[in-house]
């Protein structure tokens, strides 16, 4: 398995409000419960807030990976975590007035075996790169969104829609969320990749499909984050990339040669994340 991932605050923004969460197969988490995680949050709300609620996301997200073992995950287990995550998220801006609106979108994805477990609220996105078939799996949870799938806008004019920034559903806002949670199989050389809305907001479909297929996995996160800066950066920007060569997904032994080469082999590749 072949990852990058990358974050940028962009080319306007002060600060990034962008998080993602990479536990990779050969990290002692992963081999531990014999599955991976993966996730993108993109904050929002009031002064610092919105990095405070992504940072409590993957925070979260990681402690509750801690305790779930790979081979008994389940939808009911995923809904369990985007419940805890959002009263966290919730629980924060209550307690802390300053931060009062915060919240998050969170696009999730655990891997094992030949499978994986999909969770996901607002519009940051999850695709599927499978041959030459590039493929959004995620709903976005926006009104224009909304609007493009009741057939009243063209995705065209969902791109430049005013109101193409507000949400439906996002983490944190209320007290109780519902996010959308599916399982997906995975097959040999498919690239999966997860990005906040300040890639897909700069780039098309069209050039985010040129940049996968164009650049080997492990250097096409900061390609695809570079490519919407050059186009604007109007906002954070973050992606992570997957891409899985052999299946069923393999794991490493704790004290094995294999992990020690992945453990180089990473941060060479860190993307500067």
């Known amino acids: 398995m072949r990852i990058s991932s990358y974050t940028h605050l962009g080319m306007v923004r002060r600060n990034n ?38 940072a409590i996301a993957m925070k979260t997200a990681t402690d509750w990976f801690s305790t779930n073992a790979g081979n008994s995950l389940n939808v009911q287990m995923l809904e369990e975590m985007f419940a805890q995550t959002n009263s966290a998220v919730w629980g924060y ?25 999909v969770g996901h609220i607002g519009d940051s ?15 976005d949870h926006s009104l224009v969104a909304e609007q493009v799938r009741l057939g009243k806008l063209t995705p065209e004019q969902a791109r430049v829609h005013p109101t193409r920034h507000i949400l439906s559903r996002v983490m944190g806002s209320r007290q109780f969320v519902t996010p959308d949670i599916f399982e997906t ?13 300040g890639i897909t907001g700069m780039i098309e479909d069209t050039r985010i499909k040129e940049i996968l ?30 891409a899985f060569d052999q299946l069923p997904l393999a794991f490493p032994a704790c004290y094995s040669f294999e992990r020690l080469l992945k453990h180089l082999f990473s941060r060479v590749y860190a993307g500067g994340v």
């Open 17 to 54: 409000e962008d998080a993602c969460l990479v536990i990779p197969p050969w990290s002692r988490p992963a081999i531990e419960r014999q599955a991976c995680l993966f996730a993108v949050a993109d904050g929002m709300g009031g002064q610092n807030a919105g990095e405070v609620a992504s």
């Open 93 to 117: 801006s209550q307690e802390h007035p300053e931060t009062s609106g915060m919240g998050n979108t969170l696009t999730m994805m655990i891997a094992w075996g030949n499978n994986a477990l």
């Open 125 to 139: 996105r999850l695709y599927r790169l499978r041959g030459d078939s590039l493929t959004q799996l995620t709903n």
């Open 185 to 197: 199989d995975i097959q040999v050389n498919d690239v999966f990749m997860m990005c906040s809305d």
């Open 213 to 242: 297929t164009g650049n080997q996995p492990e250097n096409a996160a900061v390609k695809l984050v570079e490519a919407a800066n050059k186009a604007g950066g109007k906002d954070n920007s973050t992606a992570v990339v997957l």
